[in-house]
Nanobody, 126 residues
Framework: QLQVVESGGGLVQPGGSLRLSCVAS????????IGWFRHAPGKEREKVSC????????YYEDSVKGRFTISRDNAKNMVYLQMNSLKPEDTAVYYC???????????????????WGQGTQVTVSS
């Protein structure tokens, strides 16, 4: 079964950090662009970040620039999202998604990705 699986979510205080992981099962992430999305209650799903396959190009949504860092370790078939200086408004379910076309762009929609994970909850609260 081809899928991606997220992990690393949890409860953290404002100002804290979490690292989310995305691992592929059944295929190799090397040639896939990977996107991280989040969906908070009462809000639309939004793209947080992405990373390309070949050139490692990255994108960050404005509200997370300077706080979140996306990276990939192809040897481990993993992509990470390091989240620092977390704010209550970062609270959401975070999803990773794999794009077979391999590139990263902020305007590539959720529906255009090929594989999606089930999500991991991130809660930022004191």
């Amino acid at each position: 079964q081809l899928q991606v699986v997220e992990s690393g979510g949890g409860l953290v205080q404002p100002g804290g950090s979490l690292r989310l992981s995305c691992v592929a099962s059944g295929f190799t992430l090397d040639y896939y662009g990977i996107g991280w999305f989040r969906h908070a209650p009462g809000k639309e799903r939004e793209k947080v970040s992405c990373i390309g396959s070949s050139d490692g190009s990255t994108y960050y949504e404005d509200s997370v620039k300077g706080r979140f860092t996306i990276s990939r370790d192809n040897a481990k078939n993993m992509v990470y999202l390091q989240m620092n200086s977390l704010k209550p408004e970062d609270t959401a379910v975070y999803y990773c998604a794999a794009l077979g076309r391999g590139y990263c762009a902020g305007n590539v929609l959720w529906e255009e990705y090929d594989y999606w994970g089930q999500g991991t909850q991130v809660t930022v609260s004191s």
